[in-house]
């Protein structure tokens, strides 16, 4: 399809996902080569590469843990790539041998992200997931791995702080589709230029307005000391922290975060709107949002019973380092950067994977929402567990089509982040005149807009997709759009 440089609005499927696959290692291998060559991408807060900083130590004993679904082939290919950069050997272990009890999901199925992260933490202490908190178990007796891949793309300092050990990056090659995805393409230097140039704006900050068409409308506030400290916190490759105060979070212990939480939160304020989150999709859902928590939720169907049902049920909890009683604080709202990132075709429908939906996330200009009191200070940690609390945010709602303005506090004036879904530091002359001289402006544009009816196609927004917007997306991944 060929369309206008910055159009974020035409609906649009990578059907180059539909390719005849190849057969044999051999054929994959110079793929897999240039994957563990990577050196920049989401999965860290430092280097971001999939494989630690690029770099495989000599003699290194790598363990490459996933879910039972894993293709085998593309395995195969990675494992062979990591011993030829060096090496010593690559061992592979499913999920289910560490002792995690899996089952197949569905993306059908969004209201899954509260019971498959609330239950186990309230049952068993787990502080991010069950698969982290099983394998840090089997990595106390392993003491020969000198490093090791798991987890989905965009949380490798959750897994590493949960599962330990020596973590040398995500696992991010589940599937055939998510190895020939040209976002695991996308070249290094172009992809950091864009998030130190998206974090500049979050450094000059005064205010934050974001809306979308499916609904949202939420605002807040930046002091002059949170917009020094955003950048710094918010700087997840590809996964930027578009939430001041979780971006300063990370660079504040308890005790310092609710000095920053008492000026923040009074200032944000408004609606959070859509049909999906990490785990899957439901039907349209409001969240509305007074002084920095969440004070109704409207519709969602069976997410929004539940979620309504976790407000309640902690609404009356103090946590360390928060400045009111509850649980329900707005968390999140991260900002992904890559152009090529896409929903998944495969898999979508059924896999081992609980966050079935998490890739979609990554695209440039989609935003993700998170709700939740949470903190890494052992403090709070400590308090949570004791009480049988959550540790973690975990309802999210994505965002496909936001503008997001900021009001710059050297000139006063509104700039826009994110145009109708367009991150627009990809039309910076820096970012454009390196993406010509690495091949061409076409690793700017888009591989992926969403189908919606009612906002960028034909029809009825509710009545044609927000009550079930299931039925449009399995027509979408098909490719039948």
């Known amino acids: 399809m060929s369309y206008d440089h910055g159009d974020a609005v035409t609906p649009r499927f990578p059907k180059y996902l539909f390719q005849e ?128 891949y798991a987890g989905g793309a965009g949380s490798k300092a959750h897994w590493q702080r949960a599962a330990g050990g020596a973590m040398q990056g995500q696992w991010l090659y589940s599937k055939y589709e998510s190895l020939i995805s040209r976002a695991t393409s996308f070249p290094d230097e172009l992809w950091r230029l864009i998030d130190e140039k998206a974090l500049a704006l979050f450094g000059d900050a005064e205010e934050v307005h974001i809306t979308d068409p499916q609904g949202t409308d939420v605002s807040w506030r930046v002091t002059e000391e949170q917009a020094r400290l955003w950048p710094q916190g918010g700087n997840v490759p590809g996964h930027l922290l578009g939430s001041t105060i979780q971006a300063v979070r990370f660079a504040r212990p308890v005790d310092a975060f609710l000095n920053e939480a008492k000026q923040f939160m009074p200032t944000l304020n408004g609606v959070v709107a859509g049909t999906a989150n990490h785990t899957g999709f439901f039907p349209h859902i409001e969240v509305t949002i007074e002084r920095g928590m969440i004070s109704n939720i409207r519709g969602g169907g069976r997410y929004g019973k539940l979620w309504r049902d976790v407000v309640e049920s902690y609404a009356d909890v103090q946590y360390p380092g928060f400045p009111y009683k509850g ?146 997306i399995r027509a979408e991944v098909a490719g039948e759009l």
């Open 21 to 148: 696959r190849l057969s044999s290692v051999e054929q994959v291998l110079p793929l897999a080569r240039t994957r563990v060559r990577n050196r920049y991408s989401y999965s860290s807060f430092q280097s971001g590469a999939p494989f630690g900083d690029g770099r495989i130590s000599s003699g290194a004993r790598l363990l490459i843990v996933t879910f039972p679904d894993q293709n085998e082939l593309v395995l195969d290919a990675i494992k062979q790539a990591l011993v030829e950069e060096g090496a010593a050997s690559v061992e592979h272990v499913f999920l289910s041998d560490v002792g995690v009890d899996l089952r197949m999901h569905t993306a059908a199925d969004g209201w899954r992200e509260i019971t498959d992260r609330l239950e186990p933490m309230l049952a068993e202490g787990v502080t991010f997931n069950l698969e982290a908190h099983y394998l840090k178990q089997f990595l106390d007796d392993q003491p020969a791995v000198t490093g090791y």
């Open 327 to 472: 649980w329900a604080f707005f968390n999140d709202a991260s900002i992904g950067t890559n152009p090529k990132a896409h929903r998944n075709a495969e898999g979508l429908w059924e896999s081992h994977d609980s966050w079935t939906n998490l890739p979609e996330r990554l695209r440039a200009g989609v935003v993700h929402f998170g709700f939740g009191a949470e903190h890494w200070d052992e403090t709070f940690l400590s308090y949570a567990r004791d009480n049988k609390l959550p540790t973690m945010h975990f309802p999210h709602v994505h965002v496909y089509s936001p503008t997001w303005k900021i009001k710059q506090r050297s000139t006063g004036n509104w700039v826009n982040l994110i145009d109708q879904g367009w991150l627009t530091v990809l039309d910076d002359p820096d970012v454009r005149r390196l993406a010509s001289s690495l091949g061409g402006e076409h690793w700017l544009e888009y591989d992926w807009v969403p189908h919606i009816p009612g906002v960028n196609a034909p029809g009825n927004y509710m009545q044609d997709y927000g009550n079930d917007p299931v039925s449009v």
